[in-house]
Every structure is written in C-alpha cells, then in structure tokens.
T-cell receptor
C-alpha cells in the first residue's frame, strides 16, 4: 500500500525566500509528526498533530516555522525568510492512532532543503 | 528533557559477524525504545522496538535488550549481510495518557558490512 509521501523531494532556496513542504500521510492515520534532520545527525522533533489539531509545536526553532493540517490529512510545513541554518532534511511521519495509545511512526522519504 | 546517547558512531564488520550498537537515555520515565534503519536518500524505517515492561525482544537476526535500571538498551544484529549496511538510530519516547510520543533520537551509527 501507499506509504507516507513528501514533496518536493529536493528544494533549493535563496536566503530570505519562503518555502512550503508538503506531507501526505498514510490514509486514515490520526497522528502526524514533523522532524528536522541535519546532516549526520538524528531527526529532531518539530511539531505534532492529532487530526487537525496541533497539540505540540515546542520543537519549532523560531517563529519563522509554521505548520498546518487543516483537514486532518495533508500537512504543510512552511518556513518564512529562510536562513542557511534551515538547510536540512525535513521528515514527516504518521501513526495510526493518537494519545494515549502509542504506535509505530511511519516515515516519509523527506524533503532535502538547501538554502544558499 | 530526554537525552539519548548512541555508540559507536561508525561500525565496520565482516559479513557473517555480529554487530552491537548501544544507547543510553536520561529520563527514567521513558518507556518506549524503537530502532530505525535509514538508507541513503530514504526515511527511517522501524526494524524493532521494545517497551519498558520487557527486557529482551528478538526478530530473526535482530534483537534488542533493555536495562531500565542502568537506562541503556542495545541492538544486536547476528549473521550480518551486506544489505544490513545503513545508518541505525535508536530513540526513546515517553508514552502516557495525553502524550503523543514524539521520539528523541540518538545521533546514529553508520554500519558497514564488508563482503
């Protein structure tokens, strides 16, 4: 079956540009996570949605980062006024259920963002 | 908050040998410990996980052990094959009522299996 998909797979932006990264979770999955993975590092949590509700955005590094999931399925991570330190792979993961039951997180292939 | 340390950062073994990767965590409340395999250009893929009420879990050539007292857990791969070559990440999560279980990852171990 279809897994988590992300688009675009690669994005090059000039410093100061705005970017939007899309995540299509597995159909019917309640939970959706965004992670940031710097080169040679493990993924770091950014934000979490349960259906359309953003329950945790404690990992967003600045107010330039914004995420939404308006209909409880597709999610978009937006970065305004991109900086070089935003260069990373952005991973999306989905999980079948929400709190309190924990289930495996299924990851997408990621979007590699390069800010020049 | 939780902190996960992972060792070694690189590991090279001969095909057929065993590989062991170790992780420690800081938050004694963590109760879910998955291991992910990430191949180049792909997202992490779960290979095995363990919960705090279990000390060991095995799935074919892969096993994970957990020592809650010492707050460490390990991944064991036996009879390694070249296709096991990848970056492996351990992670920890605190799963309780009302928590979403966001994962705290280690920095990864690059495993190379030489034919």
């Amino acid at each position: 079956g279809a897994g988590v998909s992300q688009s675009p797979r690669y994005k090059v932006a000039k410093r100061g540009q705005d970017v939007a990264l899309r995540c299509d979770p597995i159909s019917g999955h309640v939970s959706l996570f965004w992670y940031q993975q710097a080169l040679g590092q493990g993924p770091e949590f950014l934000t979490y949605f349960q259906n359309e509700a953003q329950l945790d955005k404690s990992g967003l590094p600045s107010d330039r980062f914004f995420a939404e999931r308006p209909e409880g399925s597709v999610s978009t991570l937006k970065i305004q006024r991109t900086q070089q330190e935003d260069s990373a792979v952005y991973l999306c993961a989905s999980s079948p259920t929400g709190a309190p039951t924990y289930n495996e997180q299924f990851f997408g292939p990621g979007t590699r963002l390069t800010v020049l | 908050g939780e902190n996960v340390e992972q060792h070694p950062s690189t590991l090279s073994v001969q095909e057929g040998d065993s590989a062991v990767i170790k992780c420690t965590y800081s938050d004694s409340a963590s109760n879910y410990f998955p291991w992910y395999k990430q191949e180049l250009g792909k997202g992490p893929q779960l290979i095995i996980d363990i919960r705090s009420n279990v000390g060991e879990k095995k799935d074919q050539r892969i096993a994970v052990t957990l020592n809650k007292t010492a707050k460490h857990f390990s991944l064991h791969i036996t009879e390694t094959q070249p296709e096991d070559s990848a970056v492996y990440f351990c992670a920890a999560s605190f799963d309780y009522g009302g928590s979403q279980g966001n994962l705290i990852f280690g920095k990864g171990t690059k495993l190379s299996v030489k034919p």
